[in-house]
């Protein structure tokens, strides 16, 4: 006999779940998988650390070599580099005030071909942004603004690395979630 589901509250501890990734462990794995996968299309072994740019708020171990950085809010990427095999921008973009110009720092300072792994708030809803944490965010990102971003990315030099994976695989009990983007730089 099938069991019936059981019904989660919004305060539920989502390592009580096996199957519902928390945000922190989703982050994690998108970020280690991206880093195989780009390792094994570059055919390359860097001893050059990546460096993590967090503004999630979430635990984050830099994949690849050890000695990586992470800086936390308000830090800039400008300064590292060039040459950094990976950048990774946990939702970063849904809070600078200018995505753009973080796409440009972080195309100065990766090396060629360089991985450039993104998270970011999504919200598929309409009108203002009312999602838990709105008033930490400057935007969220919808499917309209999504693909906006990748035509910015691929303007400014970026291209997309692993195909787009429209399902949700992170926290599910909020309001809203979280989207990732990942990017080769050429």
């Known amino acids: ?87 990774y921008g946990l939702s970063v973009l849904d809070h600078v005030d200018a995505p753009l110009r973080f796409l440009r720092q972080a195309s100065r300072v990766l090396r060629p071909g360089g991985l450039l792994v993104l998270t970011f708030a999504f919200w598929n809803a309409e009108g203002p942004d009312c999602a838990a944490g709105c008033d930490d965010r400057l935007r969220i990102y919808d499917a309209r603004s999504w693909t906006k971003l990748i035509a910015e990315a691929r303007r400014i030099g970026f291209s997309t690395f692993g195909g787009h994976d429209w399902a949700y695989h992170g926290d599910l009990l909020e309001d809203h979630t979280l989207a990732s983007l990942v990017l080769t730089w050429r």
């Not at 195989?36 to 690849?64: I, K």
């Open 1 to 87: 006999m099938a069991q019936a589901p059981v019904a989660l509250s919004r305060t539920c501890d989502l390592t009580d779940f096996a199957d519902c990734l928390s945000v922190a462990r989703w982050q994690q794995c998108l970020a280690e998988e991206a880093w195989t996968r780009w390792q094994d299309a570059q055919h390359v072994r860097t001893r050059t650390p990546g460096l993590a740019v967090n503004w999630s708020g979430a635990p984050f171990v830099v994949p690849g070599p050890s000695g990586a950085r992470v800086l936390f809010r308000g830090h800039s990427i400008n300064g590292h580099g060039p040459g950094l095999p990976a950048i």
